[in-house]
């Protein structure tokens, strides 16, 4: 087909736009029970909601002795309280006999404040006389005390549904006695690589080829975001085996296809008319750089519509294509509230051109000084140039109708961090 043609069927889009149609229709896959050290990084199916209270009963955050504030009210330096030492607490025991007056146990912080009891004085604040303690002045009720339920209340809501679990929940899951979770089954993500020119990984770098990286970046940001990849290799340019990988996808029961290369305007670009021909075409090219030639359509499978992002394959292309749609797509399907990416407030310290009206993402590196975040330019911003991704903290938004963004301008970030 005539490059006029294919221009005039598919309008470029926004990436907005673009971002509503990839996730149009996408819903949580089906639950399923982990154990929780295996939930983290995964995605909440259901609220979590606390069968009892945290801590489950009154206890002390202080090495003291316990006793009944009442009894030191008259206290005072020059007429100490004193109280006679009745027992010794430590953590995980219950007394044995309360806190009447005059008296006090001696108890370990994490000990449950005995009977009788409503406040702790630390060892540092007490005298120790024999079996004796003075105190020189009142101690509140309350002191020292963390109450039942003061962390959590039972029946409260201590994790949502779509929350991607992280080291602090999976610790909040264990104390209120959840040993198991329900989680969305990870997506699982066919990530296929195209291009007469790529070898695999191992292969000899014969003249005129390069290796295959993409099949390894897309791979590795499907584990991040939460997805199972499943590889399915390098096809050549050619349409037979472009189907027949994608088949093998669909065989594997992937539930995204993520394909780079191939969705150019040039004459080897066979991944655009392989998916005209085994689904439709939703949409190709995006106002943005790197990333415009982006195609997304869908193939048909049992009444079930699998969603085929065909990415361009340019090295940076691919890993930025990934994360504006294939990254929202995966989180869609886990189900997380939040598909958006965390993005900060830094200022530019370099220029950088725009010639058109397309958004550019561009790989900065981010320093703190007096003004805030600062964002550096990587280096060379060329699709090709991985190395300037390998040294970004972020990508660096330049609106559409910007031209030639100066030093001093305030830009909004997009993280590339651990996190998500
Ligand atoms: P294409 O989008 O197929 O026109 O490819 C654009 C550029 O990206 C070409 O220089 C390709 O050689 C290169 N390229 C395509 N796929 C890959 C890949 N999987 N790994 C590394 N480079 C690639
Ligand atoms: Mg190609």
Known sequence: ??????????????????????????????????????????????????????????????????????????ASEESPVRLRVIAELPAGYVAEKPVVPGTTIRIMTGAAIPPGADAVARFESVRLDGDYIEIAGPVPIGKEVRCAG???????????????????????????????????????????????????????????????????????????????????????????????????GIEQGVDLLVVSGGVSVGDFDMVKKVLAREGEIDFWRVRMKPGKPLAFGHITIEGRKLPVLGMPGNPVSAMVSFEMFARPMILALLGASDVEHRTVSAVLADTISSKDDRRHFVRVLLEEDERGYVAYLTGDQGSGILTSMVEADGLAIIPEEWRNAEPGVHVQVILLGDTL
């Open 1 to 74: 087909m005539e490059r006029r043609d294919l221009t005039a069927m598919y309008p470029m889009l926004s990436v907005e736009e673009a971002r509503e149609h990839v996730l149009a229709g996408l819903v949580p896959l089906e639950a399923e029970s982990v154990p929780i050290l295996s939930a983290l990084g995964r995605v909440l199916a259901r609220d979590v909601i606390a069968g009892y209270d945290i801590p489950p009963h009154a206890n002390t955050a202080m090495d003291g002795y316990a006793l009944r504030s009442v009894d030191t009210a008259g």
């Open 150 to 248: 003061e962390d959590v209340k039972q029946g409260a809501l201590v994790l949502k549904q779509g929350r991607r679990l992280r080291p602090q929940d999976i610790g909040m899951l264990a104390s209120i006695g959840e040993s198991e979770v329900e989680v969305t089954r990870r997506p699982r993500v066919g990530v296929l690589a195209t291009g007469d020119e790529l070898v695999s990984i191992d292969a000899p770098l014969a003249p005129g080829k390069i290796r295959n990286t993409n099949g390894y970046s897309n791979a590795a940001q499907v584990l991040k975001y939460g997805g199972e990849p499943v590889p399915l290799g390098i096809a050549s340019d050619s349409d037979e085996e472009i189907t027949k990988r994608i088949r093998s």
